[in-house]
């Protein structure tokens, strides 16, 4: 079956603008979590959606938000961008958000200049 | 509030060597402990868990809750085996909120 996918891939924005990243879950997966990644911080945890409903939050201001549609895609957002932002932005899906069923994607590396 | 901590950013060895990859954790209750693994230009993946005991391309972990440790060993390393790793902790909910240590660097030279 076809893994995670994320789009885009790579995105460049500037301070203070905003960013939608996307997820497709595997087929069948009902829960999405998102990870940052950064090399001072290593993989934080953002937060997780399970059946179209936020289940878990990490530890992140408000700018941080995110959705998930009814097909169990996921999309997160970024307002007013900042340097600190730059970061591999990871999804994960798995089939009821069991931590150990996570299958993650590649990867959008968002850089905030 | 719950903590995974690698202290190596960086382990090199040379091929045949034992490995080891520290991890120590810092939670209340009674969390479950993975290893993840990830590749050069590969995804982030599960390399083995405390619960399921397994022992994965020859590597093994043992949860130790008295030092509240999760060694990753491995008695012979190979090339193959060069990958950046990923202790992470998760509740006992068992829900997607893994925390991660920030990573150990293995180098396996031939």
């Known amino acids: 079956k076809a893994g995670v996918t994320q789009t885009p891939r790579y995105l460049i924005k500037t301070r203070g603008q905003q960013v939608t990243l996307s997820c497709s879950p595997i087929s069948g997966h009902r829960s999405v979590s998102w990870y940052q990644q950064t090399p001072g911080q290593g993989l934080q945890f953002l937060f997780e959606y399970f059946s179209e409903t936020q289940r878990n939050k990490g530890n992140f201001p408000g700018r941080f938000s995110g959705r998930q549609f009814s097909n169990s895609r996921s999309e997160m957002n970024v307002s007013t961008l900042e340097l600190g932002d730059s970061a591999l932005y990871l999804c994960?899906?798995?089939?009821?958000?069991?931590?150990?069923?996570?299958?993650f994607g590649p990867g959008t590396r968002l850089t905030v200049t | 509030a719950q903590r995974v901590t690698q202290p190596e950013k960086l382990l090199s060895v040379f091929k045949g060597a034992p490995v080891e990859l520290k991890c120590n954790y810092s939670?209340?209750?009674?969390?479950?402990l993975f290893w993840y693994v990830q590749y050069s230009r590969q995804r982030l993946q599960l390399l083995l868990r405390h619960i399921s005991r397994e022992s994965i391309k020859g590597f093994t972990a043992d949860l130790n809750k008295g030092e509240t440790s999760f060694h990753l060993k491995k008695p012979f390393a190979q090339e193959e085996d060069s990958a950046m790793y990923y202790c992470a902790l998760s509740g006992s909910s068992g829900y997607s909120t893994l925390t991660f240590g920030k990573g150990t660097m293995l180098l396996v030279s031939p």
């Open positions: 994960a899906s798995s089939l009821d958000g069991e931590a150990y069923e996570q299958y």
């Open positions: 939670y209340s209750g009674s969390p479950e």
